[in-house]
């Protein structure tokens, strides 16, 4: 069984930074892949972020300004936000094979 938690949501304005963590208990894989996922009011969770070993993968609109990046020793993963939209604000979820974290509200001010 694996739990997961996310924190370091919050409140920012558009241009700001943001980081997450996910933090896992339990045994994880590093040649698993770990996610992020994010939602938003009225629509579906989309894929935002993914790392699989030390390869890596965005959403093409987060390109450039999202990174993700894992410290196997602490079973975390981070998901550095720079550059922040509007459009980005939804709740951030943490997945890892079929276990989801409760998730962390980012909402980015105009």
């Known amino acids: 069984q694996v739990q997961l938690v996310e924190s370091g949501g919050g409140w920012v304005q558009a241009g700001g930074s943001l980081r997450l963590f996910c933090a896992s208990s339990?045994?994880?894989?590093?040649?698993?892949?770990m996610a992020w996922y994010r939602q938003a009011p009225g629509k579906e969770r989309e894929a935002v972020a993914l790392?699989?070993?030390?390869?890596?993968d965005y959403k093409q609109s987060v390109k450039g300004r999202f990174t993700i990046s894992r410290d196997d020793a602490k079973n975390t993963i981070a998901l550095q936000m720079n550059d922040l939209k509007p459009e980005d604000t939804a709740v951030y979820y943490c997945?890892?094979?079929?276990?989801w974290g409760q998730g962390t509200q980012v909402t980015v001010a105009s």
């Open positions: 790392i699989t070993g030390a390869r890596t």
């Open positions: 997945k890892y094979l079929g276990f």
């Open positions: 339990g045994s994880v894989s590093s040649l698993l892949p």
